[in-house]
């Protein structure tokens, strides 16, 4: 099996060489350069399977520019509401709080590798309350927008825990815990957990 092609960019210098360090110790991975910023990894870098790109100012990459390069991308950011629907809008990136661990971040890489749009759940909340997020994902409906702790529980169903197991990982009650998945599933218009799960990756709800 080939190697995941991975690019770095970040403009500081430690959080270059963290993400550098991090992508190199992981056998699946090929560092296929690192950088100061994206527009110095375009068109150039034609077999690049992912990017890596560290976003101080989110504003300063567009929707537009992910669209057109020729990877996929992990941004590590905190962007606006606005910003984050037009980043998810292009349908190619990963997105993730420039506080995310390692294996937030290798997670990451390898689902943007398969062309996966995933979305941190600290994000969740904020994004599907944007004007435009029902265009985040062409081809599915718009949905009523999950709250901060629907977005926790979907994520925990995505980790494979029952109500039971939501309920003590959150503190609260099964019935609560219960209540809430089935909030999310008539939210998300799906049958079952499993088709939950199914639609909350594909809409960019959940980090692998």
Do not use: Y
Not at 71 to 91: C, E, I, K, W
Not at 102 to 117: D, F, K, M, S
Not at 159 to 169: F, T, V
């Amino acid at each position: 099996m080939d190697p995941v092609r991975v690019i770095v960019a970040a403009a500081s210098p430690p959080v270059r060489d963290g993400l550098e360090a991090l992508v190199t110790a992981v056998p699946e991975f090929a560092l296929g350069g690192v950088f100061t910023a994206l527009p110095l990894i375009g068109p150039q870098q034609p077999h690049i399977d992912v990017a890596v790109v560290d976003l101080a100012d989110a504003d300063t990459l567009s929707g537009e520019e992910i669209a057109t390069s020729p990877f996929n991308a992990v941004l590590l950011t905190d962007p606006s509401p606005g910003t984050g629907a037009a980043l998810l809008r292009s349908g190619r990136v990963c997105l993730l709080p420039r506080s995310a661990g390692a294996e937030e971040i290798v997670a990451a890489i390898r689902a943007a590798a398969l062309g996966l749009v995933v979305l941190h759940p600290r994000f969740v909340s904020a994004l599907p309350q944007c004007p435009d997020f029902s265009s985040v994902a062409p081809g599915f409906p718009s949905v009523e927008a999950l709250t901060a702790r629907e977005g926790e529980v979907l994520q925990l169903l995505a980790d494979g825990l029952g109500n039971k197991a939501i309920a003590a990982r959150l503190r609260m009650s099964e019935h609560t815990a219960k209540f809430h998945v089935g909030s999310i599933l008539g939210k998300l218009g799906a049958a079952s957990r499993a088709e939950a799960v199914a639609l909350g990756l594909r809409r960019g709800l959940i980090l692998l």
